[in-house]
C-alpha cells in the first residue's frame, strides 16, 4: 500500500521547552510523514533528545503543541506514547540489566502478557527478528550481551509493541558497519510498511544514505531543512556546527619512544564464561597511538577492562614500564600513570546522579590541591571544573546540573576532561567519539593527537574503522579474542584491515 505523504502522521508545533539557565528548544516545528524518514539533526546539546523526549512524553513542553494524524494530543508519559504508536530507541539503553531479554520485552506490556509464561513473547520475539532481521536470544540476560545485542533488544521492544512512529536516538553508535547495513535494511523494511522514523545521527554519510528529508537544529532552533539531493557531508557540518568541519586529518610521523604499556598471552574471561580474550600480545610506545580495529563484542571492552585491573586475568601478564600491574586493583592502575575512557559512558564513566564537577574530580577529590587536611575546598574545585569545562567544551547550564541530564556527547566530554586532564601518561581509549557530533569528534581527535604529541602512549580500541585508521601510528586487529596481526600504518588499508576484522588472514 502506497503511504499518502499529504497526510502528515506527527506535527509538532511551536515546541519551546526551558530549563534552569538553559532554552533548550524554542519554537521549534517538525513533521513526520508516513513512508518516510526524517533525519533531526545537530551538534550535541542542540536539543534533538529533548524534542524527542516530549514526544514520547519524558517531557512536557512550555509552549507549544503535538498532533498526531491532525489530531491535537497531550502526552503525558512514555506509556501514554506507547499507546498510541511510538516508539523510543534512546541513546542510553532502557534496560534491566538483570533480566532476560524476554523478560525485559514483557515489562509493562500487561494484559494477557506477563512473566508466568514467557513462551508467547518468545515466539513473537523470534518473529519480528526474523522478519526484520534482529537477531538475538530470547533467554539471554541483558548483561550477557554486548553493546550491539542490547541495541537490537531495543528495537525489538518498540517493534513488539507496533510502533508505527518511531524515533531512533543514535542507532549506530554502537553497531559496525555490517550491523548499520543490516539495519538500513530494516529501517527500509518499516518505512515501506507505512511507518514513520525520525533518524538522530551525528554520522552524515549515514544520514546521506537513510534520509528522506533533514532539519538541523542549532542552540535549540531549526537553522535549516533540507534533502541529501541538495546536501552535502560538509554543508550539513557547517549548518550543524556555524563552521567549516575538518573530516581528514594527516597525522605527522615521528619516532616514538620506549614502551610504556606491554601486554603479553593475556587471556581474560568474558561475562558467559567464554574466553573473551585469547593469548593477546601487543605494546604500546610513548608518543604512539596503537589503534585495535574489530567489530564488536571481539574481545575489545574485556580487552580494556583487564588492562585497567576491572576484570581478572586468567593467564598472561600486562607491564606498565617494565613492571608487572597485572594483578593491580583499578586505583593502583592510576598510580602508575593510566588514565581510562571505558566503552559505556554511562555504566562506567560517570555516575548519573552526580553533578558535573563531582564527575570530573571523581579520580582526583582527595588529593591536592582538592583536598586538605581531609577537607574538600570547594574553591578549588569550581575552578578547576570551570577551566575543564570551558577547555573541552562541555555544553552544561552550570557546574551543578546532574550529569545524567546532559546529552550523550557532553557526558563524553566529561568523561575525557577528567581522564585526559589527571597527568597520565598512558591512555587506554575505548570509543571516544561514539555518539558525538562531527564537531566535537574533530576535537577529540584534536586532543588525542596532542597527547601523542606530548608523549603520551595510547591504545585506541574503536568500532569506526575510518577513526582508527586516520589517528593510528599502528594498527592491530582482533577477531574472536585473539590479534589476528599488527600492521603499520603505510600497510592498513581498510580493505586489508576489513578482512582480518571478518577473521580472513590472506589476501
Known amino acids: 500500500m502506497s503511504p499518502d505523504l499529504d497526510v502528515p502522521m506527527l506535527e509538532m508545533r511551536g515546541i519551546t521547552k526551558r530549563f534552569p539557565g538553559v532554552v533548550a528548544n524554542e519554537g521549534v516545528d517538525f513533521t513526520v510523514r508516513s513512508g518516510r524518514v526524517h533525519t533531526l539533526l545537530g551538534e550535541n546539546g542542540a536539543g534533538k533528545s529533548t524534542l524527542m523526549k516530549i514526544l514520547f512524553g519524558l517531557y512536557r513542553p512550555d509552549e507549544g503543541s503535538v498532533h498526531l494524524e491532525g489530531t491535537e494530543v497531550?502526552?503525558?508519559?512514555p506509556a501514554d506514547a506507547i499507546s498510541r504508536g511510538i516508539g523510543m530507541i534512546h541513546q542510553h539503553f532502557m534496560l534491566v540489566p538483570t533480566l532476560t531479554v524476554a523478560e525485559n520485552v514483557a515489562l509493562g506490556l500487561g494484559g494477557a502478557w506477563g512473566f508466568s509464561d514467557l513462551r508467547p513473547i518468545r515466539q513473537r520475539l523470534v518473529e519480528v527478528s526474523e522478519r526484520y532481521g534482529l537477531e538475538v536470544d530470547p533467554d539471554a540476560f541483558i548483561w550477557q550481551l554486548a553493546v550491539g545485542e542490547r541495541q537490537r533488544v531495543e528495537i525489538l521492544k518498540a517493534l513488539f509493541r507496533n510502533a508505527r512512529i518511531l524515533v531512533l536516538d543514535e542507532p549506530t553508535a554502537v553497531l559496525t558497519p555490517p550491523e548499520v547495513t543490516d539495519l538500513f535494511t530494516t529501517l527500509r523494511q518499516l518505512r515501506d510498511d507505512g511507518r514513520g522514523l525520525v533518524f538522530i545521527s551525528h554520522k552524515l554519510h549515514e544520514v546521506m544514505e537513510i534520509s528522506n528529508e533533514i532539519t538541523v537544529l542549532r542552540?535549540?532552533?531549526?537553522?535549516?531543512?533540507?534533502?541529501?539531493?541538495?546536501?552535502?557531508?560538509?554543508?550539513?557540518?557547517?549548518?550543524?556546527?556555524?563552521?567549516?568541519?575538518?573530516?581528514?586529518?594527516?597525522?605527522?610521523?615521528?619516532?616514538?619512544g620506549e614502551d610504556r604499556l606491554v601486554v603479553r598471552d593475556l587471556a581474560v574471561q568474558g561475562d558467559r564464561g567464554n574466553l573473551a580474550v585469547d593469548k593477546v600480545s601487543l605494546s604500546v610506545r610513548a608518543g604512539e597511538i596503537l589503534g585495535v580495529a574489530g567489530v564488536s563484542g571481539n574481545g575489545q571492552r574485556e580487552l580494556a577492562e583487564a588492562i585497567f585491573g576491572l576484570r581478572p586475568v586468567e593467564s598472561g601478564g600486562i607491564d606498565i614500564d617494565g613492571v608487572p600491574a597485572d594483578s593491580l586493583a583499578p586505583k593502583a592502575v592510576r598510580s602508575k600513570g593510566m588514565a581510562y575512557v571505558p566503552e559505556?559512558?554511562?555504566?562506567?564513566?560517570?555516575?548519573?546522579?552526580?553533578?558535573?564537577?563531582?564527575?570530573?574530580?571523581l579520580v582526583d577529590h582527595g588529593s591536592p590541591p582538592y583536598t586538605r587536611w581531609g577537607f574538600?575546598?570547594?574553591?578549588?574545585?569550581?575552578?578547576?571544573?570551570?577551566?575543564?569545562?570551558?577547555r573541552y567544551s562541555v555544553k552544561t547550564p552550570m557546574l551543578e546540573t546532574l550529569t545524567r541530564s546532559l546529552s550523550g556527547g557532553n557526558i563524553q566530554k566529561v568523561v575525557i576532561a577528567r581522564e585526559f586532564s589527571c597527568g597520565a601518561e598512558i591512555l587506554v581509549v575505548s570509543q571516544p567519539t561514539r555518539?558525538?557530533?562531527?564537531?566535537?569528534?574533530e576535537y577529540v581527535h584534536e586532543q588525542l593527537l596532542g597527547q601523542r604529541a606530548a608523549g603520551a602512549a595510547i591504545l585506541l580500541i574503536s568500532e569506526d574503522l575510518d577513526e582508527?585508521?586516520?589517528?593510528?601510528?599502528?594498527?592491530?586487529?582482533?577477531?574472536?579474542?585473539?590479534?589476528?596481526?599488527?600492521?603499520?600504518?603505510?600497510e592498513a588499508t581498510a580493505m586489508r584491515v576489513g578482512r582480518l576484522m571478518m577473521g580472513l588472514k590472506a589476501e
Not at 574538600?376 to 570551558?390: E, M, P, Y
Not at 555518539?435 to 569528534?441: E, H, K, L, N, Y
Request: with cysteine; hydrophobic share 40%; aromatic share 4%.
Open 74 to 77: 497531550e502526552i503525558r508519559s
Open 219 to 256: 542552540d535549540g532552533r531549526i537553522v535549516g531543512n533540507t534533502v541529501p539531493e541538495s546536501s552535502s557531508r560538509e554543508s550539513l557540518a557547517q549548518m550543524m556546527v556555524g563552521r567549516p568541519v575538518l573530516f581528514t586529518r594527516t597525522v605527522q610521523h615521528h619516532d616514538p
Open 344 to 361: 559505556e559512558r554511562m555504566r562506567d564513566g560517570v555516575i548519573g546522579e552526580f553533578t558535573v564537577a563531582e564527575n570530573l574530580v
Open 376 to 390: 574538600l575546598r570547594f574553591g578549588a574545585i569550581r575552578k578547576q571544573c570551570t577551566k575543564l569545562v570551558q
Open 435 to 441: 555518539g558525538i557530533d562531527v564537531g566535537a569528534a
Open 468 to 490: 582508527v585508521l586516520q589517528m593510528s601510528d599502528r594498527v592491530a586487529v582482533i577477531f574472536r579474542g585473539q590479534i589476528m596481526d599488527q600492521l603499520p600504518r603505510s
